[in-house]
């Protein structure tokens, strides 16, 4: 079947839902989302839920501070009829060595510049946020009350149904296979169905998978994904008002609104590629870790481990706009495994652009061309 | 075709998180027509036994209200570990690992 579109989105997950909505708010007519498998199957639905403001480069805590002022009242202003579960229990980053704490001095500096109420703590205080916290080996920790946790799940649900009603046509199982040129202007798009759908505009928020959307325009994009392996916990008893992160153990830990713990680590050694199964020694890596840093864990059962990917770019920081040889096609791409906790302004920014509306916020330096001109600012803080 | 049931809407379908059938129901009206899609957005079959308990009776509910067969009916990955196990177990195989023989 061939139809035609103002704006056709690739992946439903968080990005694309609140890309298609954005727009659809902003009186776009004819949205098509396209999602290969069924909404948040990917990694926004694999994440780990946390929303932070701490971030060590200006963008990302500029891109940060505008998304967590927006997901205090998102449910309201999506009409949602559930719970996207919003809590600011906040985020309580640990130092062990000197680099480190170093580096949270200048990360909290630049956060207090930019108007978030982060701050350098002691350990003793440190213990007061987190009563059940090891003291041992620990040089400080930085905290921001206003951090937090937010459900992907259900956000992308009150994303998907708000830009519904408001005439997104939601496709799911519906994988894209080419993108051509027509003219000057339109482009079209295959489903694998054979359908096509004509349009002036191809919106690419396709997360682990972006690079292969944009081979299918014959655009190679500087992203790659990576495993991240990450497990849940039954639910207990609340215990843990914050996030507590650590980049010396690679270590990410939460209790969410539910009262399981959901937490995960990095691997500095994990290759490039799309696996996305489980191993036995992350479940032992992050048992031995997390009970290290939190002893009282020791008590609390896994019930289910899983992971997914992060999209990474070079600074690790998105990658937002058009690409200069071919107008019409805009990235929301290479968030580098914040893309959940970014969505609220990656979707109001993209509809922004697309509709020629001046952007809530200079992001011209996250344009695709700076890798290419090596213009380069490296975010410090990613686990 | 659907079948007669017997299960009144407040029956709980997933015992470990608190699921009734009614809210299943609603999400499969709304087009959430693949356990996939219910276990995202209610968490039925997330809790403790990992869907052990309401697995059938989900796709037996999307069966009835889509009319397709449950064979045809794609199934939620199986995810480890099988049965609830405790962190500070994990922690305890990995310090007698890494103090024996070693890796």
Same mark, same amino acid.
């Given at each position: 079947?061939?139809?035609?579109?103002?704006?056709v989105?690739?992946?439903?997950?968080v990005?694309?839902?609140?890309?298609?909505?954005?727009?659809a708010v902003?009186g776009?007519?004819? /949205?098509v989302?396209?999602?290969?498998g069924?909404?948040?199957?990917g990694?926004t639905?694999?994440?780990?839920a946390g929303?932070?403001?701490?971030?060590?480069?200006?963008m990302?805590?500029r891109l940060a501070?505008e998304?967590i002022?927006?997901?205090?009242t998102l449910?309201?202003?999506?009409?949602?009829?559930?719970d996207?579960?919003?809590?600011q229990?906040?985020?309580?980053?640990l130092a062990?060595?000197?680099?480190?704490?170093e580096?949270?001095?200048?990360?909290?500096?630049l =956060?207090? @510049?930019l108007?978030i109420?982060?701050?350098?703590?002691?350990?003793?205080?440190?213990?007061r946020?987190?009563p059940h916290?090891?003291?041992?080996?620990?040089?400080?920790?930085?905290f921001?009350?206003?951090?937090?946790h937010?459900?992907?799940?259900?956000t992308? =649900?009150?994303y998907a *149904?708000a830009?519904?009603?408001?005439?997104?046509?939601? @496709?799911?199982?519906?994988e894209v296979?080419?993108?051509?040129r027509?003219? /000057?202007?339109?482009?079209?798009?295959?489903l694998a169905n054979?359908d096509e759908i004509?349009?002036?505009?191809?919106?690419n928020?396709a997360g682990p998978?972006?690079r292969?959307?944009?081979?299918?325009?014959?655009v190679e994009l500087?992203?790659h994904?990576? @495993?991240h392996?990450?497990?849940v916990?039954?639910p207990v008893?609340p215990l843990?008002g914050?996030?507590?992160?650590?980049?010396?153990h690679?270590?990410y830990c939460?209790?969410?609104p539910h009262g399981?713990?959901v937490?995960?680590?990095g691997?500095?050694h994990e290759?490039?590629?799309?696996d996305i199964?489980?191993?036995w020694s992350?479940l032992?890596?992050?048992?031995a870790?997390?009970?290290?840093?939190?002893?009282?864990?020791?008590?609390v059962r896994v019930?289910?481990?899983?992971?997914g990917?992060?999209?990474?770019?070079?600074?690790?920081?998105p990658?937002l706009?058009?690409v200069?040889e071919f107008p019409?096609?805009?990235?929301?791409i290479g968030f580098s495994?914040?893309?959940?906790?970014?969505a609220?302004?990656?979707?109001?920014?993209?509809?922004?652009?697309?509709l020629?509306?001046?952007?809530?916020?200079? /992001?011209?330096?996250l344009?695709?061309?700076r890798?290419?001109?090596g213009?380069l600012?490296? *975010?410090?803080?990613?686990? | 075709m659907?079948?007669k049931?017997?299960?009144s809407?407040?029956?709980?379908?997933?015992r470990?998180?608190?699921?009734?059938?009614?809210e299943?129901r609603?999400?499969?009206?709304?087009?959430?027509?693949?356990?996939?899609? $219910?276990?995202?957005?209610?968490?039925c079959?997330m809790?403790?036994c990992?869907g052990?308990?309401?697995?059938?009776?989900?796709?037996g509910? $999307?069966?009835?209200?889509t009319?397709?067969s449950?064979?045809?009916?794609?199934?939620?990955?199986?995810?480890?570990p099988?049965?609830?196990v405790? &962190?500070? &177990? &994990?922690?305890?195989a990995?310090?007698?690992r890494e103090?024996?023989?070693g890796e």
């Open positions: 079947m061939r139809s035609t579109a103002d704006v989105v690739i992946g439903g997950g990005n694309g839902t609140a890309v298609a909505y954005n727009l902003r776009c007519r004819k /949205v989302l396209l999602e290969k069924t909404l948040a199957c990694s639905g694999r994440c780990g929303v932070r403001m701490q971030w060590g480069t200006e990302n805590c501070r998304s002022a927006r997901f205090e449910g309201q202003e999506l009409g949602f009829d559930g996207i579960e919003f809590k229990g906040g985020y309580l980053m062990y060595h000197e680099r480190q704490w580096q949270f001095g200048k990360n909290v500096a =956060q207090n @510049r108007g109420p982060s701050r350098l703590v002691a350990p003793d205080e440190a213990r946020i987190v916290l090891s003291l041992e080996g620990l040089l400080g920790a930085t921001c009350p206003k951090d937090g937010v459900n992907p799940f259900k992308v =649900q009150a *149904e830009g519904a009603r408001l005439g997104v046509a939601i @496709r799911k199982f519906a296979t080419g993108i051509t027509t003219t /000057v202007r339109l482009k079209r798009v295959a054979g004509e349009t002036p505009v191809v919106v928020t998978y972006s292969q959307v944009g081979r299918l325009a014959g500087p992203v994904s990576e @495993r392996q990450i497990l916990t039954e008893a843990q914050p996030m507590v992160m650590s980049f010396a690679g270590l939460q209790q969410t399981s713990f937490m995960g680590l691997d500095p290759p490039k590629g799309f199964g489980h191993s992350f032992e890596d992050v048992a870790k997390v009970t290290q840093v939190m002893p009282i864990l020791k008590e019930v289910r481990q899983w992971s990917l992060y999209n990474m770019t070079e600074d690790a920081q990658i706009g058009q200069p019409g096609f805009f990235q929301a495994g914040h893309g959940f906790m970014l609220p302004i990656t979707g109001i920014l993209l509809a922004e652009m697309i020629g509306l001046g952007t809530s916020l200079d /992001v011209s330096m344009n695709l061309e890798f290419s001109r213009e600012i490296r *975010e410090p803080s990613v686990v | 659907p079948k049931r017997r299960e809407p407040e029956t709980i379908i997933c470990c998180e608190d699921i009734t059938v009614e299943v609603e999400l499969i009206a709304r087009g959430y027509d693949t356990p996939d899609e $219910i276990k995202r957005f209610s968490r079959g809790g403790q990992q052990r308990t309401c697995r059938l009776l989900l796709l509910e $999307i069966a009835a209200a009319g397709k449950i064979e045809d009916i794609p199934m939620s990955t199986f995810r480890p099988t049965k609830p405790k &962190l500070g &177990l &994990l922690a305890e990995r310090m007698r103090g024996g023989e």
